[in-house]
């Protein structure tokens, strides 16, 4: 079984920054790739940024040269800096995990809201 902790998130201004974390635990070492989406009041669960335990990356057009992802492989961690922060960042953060054999697993979620 794989367990997704989340931690972060919280409220913050426009322009402002926060920091989310997600720790794996349990049978994760055929991971691919973990990382986070999010999802809004009305809207779908849209990817948000992942990274492979490569080290390869990939973000949604949205938060492009805002939010920068990174991994502590030997943590089973993964981090998402979140930068000049919008109010269409608001949402609720999911953490994800792929495993090599397609099997995908979420954590509970994490509010982040932007608001002055």
């Known amino acids: 079984q794989v367990q997704l902790v989340e931690s972060g998130g919280g409220l913050v201004q426009p322009g402002g920054s926060l920091r989310v974390s997600c720790a794996a635990s349990?049978?994760?070492?055929?991971?691919?790739?973990m990382g986070w989406y999010r999802q809004s009041p009305g809207k779908e669960r849209e990817l948000v940024a992942v990274?492979?335990?490569?080290?390869?990356?990939n973000y949604a057009d949205s938060v492009k040269g805002r939010f920068t992802i990174s991994r502590d492989n030997a943590k089973n961690t993964v981090l998402l800096q979140m930068n000049s922060l919008k109010p269409e960042d608001t949402a609720v953060y999911y953490c994800?995990?792929?495993?090599?054999?397609?099997?995908?697993?979420w954590g509970r979620g994490t509010q982040v809201t932007v608001s002055s």
């Open positions: 994800n995990l792929l495993m090599r054999g397609g099997s995908m697993y």
């Open positions: 990274i492979t335990r490569d080290g390869t990356t």
């Open positions: 349990g049978s994760i070492f055929s991971m691919y790739r």
